[in-house]
């Protein structure tokens, strides 16, 4: 990737009518007036009917500069959000541990890139870097994709391999358990940086 100059960071603005260069990637805030949204019509993947992408380019403080998108479509009622970095790689990354004691901490934010990977030691369960794309959510939403990935297939398995259903279900009550804030659990994530 070839470097970009500075001034291609900046929302080009005609200087002819006393308006100001702004920075591309503004610091997200509370002040929702502030942060300047794109919205695009694009293709439902779901229907093949029009949908609406909604684009915001951010800098999250303390972490990075990122792209979130949104997408939904008025026709089927699909919706998809997704979370990607829009910085360069670094040569190190981070890893955040938090034991989940009780079900408020079920309600924390966190900001999951497509390169994270995220571990439940107690359960041997991991989510892989690059399985997933990248989102805001929080550790109740992500244990919830979790499940849903996990039940897609079941019950296909269940009439097919019925000892792997076993054992998958077994992971799937484990996790709702957790979800429920009924198990207590250690969250490791670790991620590169852009």
Known sequence: MLPMPPRALHACADDSFGMAEK???????????????????????????????????????????????????????FVNNEIQSAGRIQEEGMKITLKVKEKKDLNRQLVKTDVTSVVIPELQFEIPSKSQPGEVTTIEGMLQRAVDGLQQDQPIRKIMDPDVYEKIQVVINQLEECQCGDRLFTLVSAFLMY
């Open 23 to 77: 920075p591309l990637f503004r610091d997200i805030e509370g002040d929702a007036d502030e942060q300047e949204t794109s919205e695009i019509e694009s293709l439902c993947m779901k229907c093949g009917e029009n949908g609406v992408s909604r684009i915001l380019l951010t800098r999250i403080p303390m972490f990075k500069e990122v792209v979130i998108m949104s997408f939904s479509c008025q026709q089927c009622g």
